[in-house]
T-cell receptor, first 110, second 113 residues
């Protein structure tokens, strides 16, 4: 079945440093969604990307969808302790279900 | 106050016992999902339903069963056939179609003693 891979699995950063997580699929995706799960919490929707090469920003977060629609990235500028959590991507390859990546756990040292 | 609720938050069971996890939503969503999350792992789909009285197996359905008798409710039963049931279980709902965001409940943490 469809697989969506995320790297890295874990990332420790010093507060103020930037952070990037990458999402890769072997098949073309119709759309990518990104979710954030705080420690002890549940995933919360952040954003959706649909168009090839699409870039969206939410304050310090920048989301990109690759030109081939097989990969995506989430970049956080100048991390804060409130950014701590696990970031998941989920993608669909024209089926009827989203497949979640394994997530990237971000830890921020104050 | 619209949302999706799961109960209980923590659940302990003895080996060999079946247990049912509750999931209710008042968002008028047609689609509902059950995911399993193990420590440090991603979300794996157990079952999903897009309409009342119909549901489909996900990637790891063995040892689990579901029902969808009402639009608002999608309970999950973890049977004694599930070899390693200790995990965090998340229920989600959405409007139909993969372009719609999923709304997650707070989760149930199941521990088998």
């Amino acid at each position: 079945g469809q697989q969506v891979m995320q790297i890295p699995q874990y990332q420790h950063v010093q507060e103020g440093e930037d952070f990037t997580t990458y999402c890769n699929s072997s098949t073309t995706l119709s759309n990518i969604q990104w979710y954030k799960q705080r420690p002890g919490g549940h995933p919360v929707f952040l954003i959706q990307l649909v168009k090839s090469g699409e870039v969206k920003k939410q304050k310090r977060l920048t989301f990109q969808f690759g030109e081939a629609k097989k990969n995506s990235s989430l970049h956080i500028t100048a991390t804060q302790t409130t950014d701590v959590g696990t970031y998941f991507c989920s993608g669909n390859n024209a089926g009827n279900m989203l497949t979640f990546g394994g997530g990237t756990r971000l830890m921020v040292k104050p | 106050d619209g949302g999706i609720t799961q109960s209980p938050k923590y659940l302990f069971r003895k080996e060999g016992q079946n247990v049912t996890l509750s999931c209710e939503q008042n968002l008028n969503h047609d689609a509902m999902y059950w995911y399993r999350q193990d420590p440090g792992q991603g979300l794996r789909l157990i079952y999903y339903s897009q309409i009342v009285n119909d549901f489909q197996k996900g990637d790891i359905a063995e040892g689990y069963s579901v029902s969808r008798e009402k639009k608002e409710s999608f309970p999950l039963t973890v049977t004694s056939a599930q070899k390693n049931p200790t995990a965090f279980y998340l229920c989600a709902s959405s409007m139909l179609g993969v372009y719609n965001e999923q709304f997650f409940g707070p989760g149930t943490r199941l521990t088998v003693l």
